[in-house]
């Protein structure tokens, strides 16, 4: 087919849609059974935040604190407002000095830099592995004397945190995990957030686990645990007791000063409810995966995204495919349009690397003036080919779409074939 009679069929261009308007997709968020139920429960309570008085009702927020450790399989869970915060806490928690420098992969949202930078930190950026699109032992600057790395589980794939672990175990560098888009996700059967000292997670709107925003931090650390409380509530921790009716459940222990951080109870009973159906949703997301990723297959120029043969689970925040090779005419961009239109529902690029967002640049804040002179200089003559090719060439929806049915998977294939023949000039 030449690339004309190609670029016509195109619904972008005027052609028929693989999928009309009559056939909607999956809803996201998808609210579980007990979702109302929880939060008319807190509607009708006297507490609506940790931070209350204690009365006869048990706090969500604990709840969900005791339900994500067991998940996790960790000892402890720190519940917090958003995943920035988590990370923000998680890095103040390690006791670092001012302008210590901290590893961040290039292929990330901001607020893997950012929590650095408010933390009093400096991220130094990283390249990532060309097939995962995740840092791994071979990307890590082990000469940038950092005193911590943020291994980022990506889209569907995570980082190979042991051996990054025993790379900077010599170098007396922590390892914190940033799981925002892991919740459940296993590498040789160990729980994303496990692995390394601690582990952060997002919970707002777009996650696989959602309470419309929400954070946590979770680790086996016993020491940390309490810190961690503390940095999340103007330094004051859990009481052993959760304490009488009138009575504050938490206890100004302030072994270091904290800001507020906490949980509200409505967030905390959406996540309650939403983890108990995680698992289920998890099941539907891969048989689906595992459909479309034989229907693509065949389709050439295009990829899934890979993921190591270590990981054992999957968690699929972004649903990625990589277009390895794209004609002269074509982008990414337009990739995503066109997919848009085929299908009807959004296709997009993903985060763009931080070393080229507008959303990083501390020198904006002049109370940052020290940290980001820090970040220009040790950042200035990096480079990160693969990052860059990833975000030039991968396309993602979100995760939403694999929670249909086999003909959404047909239709989806169907679309990635219609435009790949002109993206990558293999019709």
Known sequence: ?????????????????????????????????????????VLHSDRWTLTSPCSDVVLFERRFAEMFARYTRTRHCVPVDHGSSALVIALEALGLDFGDRVLVPSLTW????????????????????????????????LGAGARAVIAVHWSCAMADVPAISAAVAPHSMAVVEDCAQAHGAEWLGRPAGSQGRLGCFSMQQGKVLTGGEGGAVVTDDDALAQILEELRADSRSYRPDRGRPGESELVE????????????????????????????????????????????????????????????RTSIYELPFVFDVLSADMTAAGVAAALTAELGRP?????TPLHRTPLLRPWTKPTMAPLAAAFLECNRQRSFPHADHLFEHVVVTHHSALLGDERDMADIAAAIAKVAALATGSG
């Open 1 to 41: 087919m030449s690339a004309t009679a190609a670029r016509s069929r195109l619904a972008i261009y005027g052609g028929a849609p693989v999928r009309g308007p009559e056939r909607p997709w999956p809803r996201w968020p998808a609210p579980s059974a007990e979702a109302e139920r929880n939060l008319l429960a």
């Open 110 to 141: 901001t607020a893997s830099a950012t929590a650095a930078l408010r933390a009093g930190l400096v991220p130094v950026l990283l390249d990532v592995d060309p097939d995962t699109g995740c840092v791994g032992p071979a990307q890590l600057d």
């Open 253 to 312: 222990s302030a072994s270091t000063m904290g800001a507020n951080f906490c949980m509200s109870e409505f967030h905390a009973a959406l996540l309650c409810a939403q983890l108990g159906v995680l698992d289920s949703q998890h099941e539907v997301r891969a048989r689906n995966h595992a459909l479309l990723a034989d229907l693509v297959e065949p389709i050439e120029g295009v990829r899934l995204l890979r993921t190591p043969q270590q990981q054992t």
């Open 347 to 351: 296709f997009y690029l993903t985060d």
